[in-house]
Each structure stands twice: as C-alpha cells, then as structure tokens.
C-alpha cells in the first residue's frame, strides 16, 4: 500500500534553511531508489504541478522532506502502478483531502504490460495514444508533427514506452519559447548517437549465454544512460556559461 508524506514538511508549506535540500541534492536522494531519474524529470514534475518546492530570491528550488517524499509517491505510481499524470495528481488531491484512494495492482493492467521474449515478465510501461495526448496536454496534429521529425513514435502494436510523456511535454515546454520541432531534429540526432555508443559498449554482454551476465547489461545500459544526460547537461551548460537551479 503506497504512504502517504509523513514527517518533515509537508506539500507546499515552509521548512527551515536548514531542512531544504538543492535539486541536485534531491535526485542522489532519489537516485537509490530510482537510478533512471533526471533533473529533467524533476523539474517536469514540477511543472506539472505534482511538487512545488520553494524558491530562493535568485530563483533556485529548495525541495523539503515533504516535497521529496512526494515525489518518490509520484515516481512509485508510475513505476508500480503505470498511471498518467493526470490520474496521479487526482489522487494525489484525494489523498489530500483525506479520502481512501484505491490503486490498481502493482504492475498495472495487462495490456500496459510489455512481456520479454523469454517470457520473464512486464519490463516496461506502456500507454496507448489518447491517454499520451491527455497526460502531455497536447493535440493529435501535434503528435502527428513531432513523429514526423521522429521526436517521438509509437511502438510495433501502435502504444507508447511511458518515457515518451516525458519527451512529449519538454517538446511543448520548449515551443512555448519559440522552438519548433524542426529545430529538435538536432537534439534526436545527438541522443540517437550516444545511445549508439552506449549499446556497442553493452552489446557484448547484451550477447553472453549466461544469464547473469545479460542481466549486468540492462544494469550497465542504465548506468551510463545517466552518465551520458549529465555528461550531455553539463556541455551544454558550460557552452552557454550558465548554471542551472
């Protein structure tokens, strides 16, 4: 059964100096749990308006014990439970209104379920294309555009990987100042280049008969995904002489 955010301070209220922690501080807090998180995704939480972590006068987020707490509720909904955004921030309000919120099983319907070819189970969440358009917020001629510059795209049975939500609203995040997806095609190119580098550095072990050891490639795969996007942050960040909050 999911918790709710005991102890610390609580959603959108104020704590001490002392209790606030930097968002670089929040996602190695997180990162134990969740090794795929990124300050992309904890600031696209936030605009979503599932956390709202204070601000210093220079515009930096402080995150309290609450704000961290509810955001591991929010990440444990996705994972376990494969619901939407919008769904999530419904119960979210519920459980703030004190009522019982009842959740699906863990692991999600069966047809969010992605079986593996040796038949080990759901690796991954899917949704289908209506509930990717109302968990982004956007329209289907939209959608239409962006899979045309190859932004993002559908799986072989016509749904979504749930990380496809992510991408969809930092698409229209970044429209909002002006940057159409044309001008993206860059940016796909540059991270279909380093996942290339990443699976031919995995690949052999992606092909070793033990067991065990093509296990160690997912867990390997992942890690330097998160090396690669803060590797990738970090150059642009120095390209533009900025630090970022």
């Given at each position: 059964?999911?918790?709710?955010?005991?102890?610390?301070?609580?959603?959108?209220?104020?704590?001490?100096?002392?209790?606030?922690?930097s968002?670089?501080?929040?996602?190695?807090?997180?990162r134990?749990?969740?090794?795929?998180?990124?300050?992309?995704?904890i600031?696209?939480?936030?605009?979503?308006?599932?956390?709202?972590?204070?601000?210093?006068?220079?515009?930096?987020?402080?995150?309290?014990?609450?704000?961290?707490?509810?955001l591991?509720?929010?990440?444990?909904?996705?994972?376990?439970?494969?619901?939407?955004?919008?769904?999530?921030?419904?119960?979210?309000?519920?459980?703030?209104?004190?009522?019982?919120?009842?959740?699906?099983?863990?692991?999600?319907?069966?047809?969010?379920?992605?079986?593996?070819?040796?038949?080990?189970?759901?690796t991954?969440?899917?949704?289908?294309?209506?509930?990717?358009?109302?968990?982004?917020?956007?329209?289907?001629?939209?959608?239409?555009?962006?899979?045309?510059?190859?932004?993002?795209?559908?799986?072989?049975?016509?749904?979504?990987?749930?990380?496809?939500?992510?991408?969809?609203?930092?698409?229209?995040?970044?429209?909002?100042f002006?940057?159409?997806?044309?001008?993206?095609?860059?940016?796909?190119?540059?991270?279909?280049?380093?996942?290339?580098?990443?699976?031919?550095?995995?690949?052999?072990?992606?092909?070793?008969?033990?067991?065990?050891?093509?296990?160690?490639?997912?867990?390997?795969?992942?890690?330097?995904?998160?090396?690669?996007?803060?590797?990738?942050?970090?150059?642009?960040?120095?390209?533009?002489?900025?630090?970022?909050?």
């Amino acid at each position: 059964m999911l918790r709710t955010p005991s102890g610390g301070a609580g959603h959108g209220t104020a704590a001490t100096d002392s209790g606030l922690m930097s968002i670089g501080t929040v996602l190695n807090v997180l990162r134990d749990e969740f090794p795929d998180i990124t300050i992309s995704k904890i600031r696209f939480l936030e605009s979503e308006g599932l956390v709202e972590p204070q601000r210093t006068p220079s515009g930096y987020r402080k995150f309290s014990a609450g704000d961290v707490e509810r955001l591991g509720l929010v990440l444990r909904m996705q994972r376990d439970h494969y619901l939407p955004l919008k769904v999530i921030r419904e119960h979210l309000e519920a459980m703030e209104r004190g009522e019982a919120v009842p959740l699906p099983p863990l692991g999600g319907h069966r047809d969010r379920e992605v079986v593996s070819e040796t038949g080990e189970g759901p690796t991954a969440a899917r949704i289908g294309r209506d509930e990717l358009l109302s968990a982004a917020g956007i329209g289907e001629q939209e959608l239409q555009e962006w899979e045309s510059y190859g932004l993002v795209a559908p799986l072989e049975d016509g749904v979504y990987d749930a990380e496809t939500v992510t991408v969809a609203a930092l698409v229209a995040e970044l429209g909002r100042f002006g940057i159409e997806p044309r001008h993206l095609r860059v940016m796909k190119a540059a991270a279909d280049r380093e996942a290339g580098l990443v699976d031919q550095v995995v690949a052999p072990l992606k092909r070793h008969r033990n067991p065990q050891t093509r296990a160690h490639a997912e867990a390997r795969t992942k890690e330097l995904a998160g090396l690669t996007v803060r590797l990738h942050a970090a150059l642009v960040q120095t390209a533009l002489g900025v630090r970022l909050p």
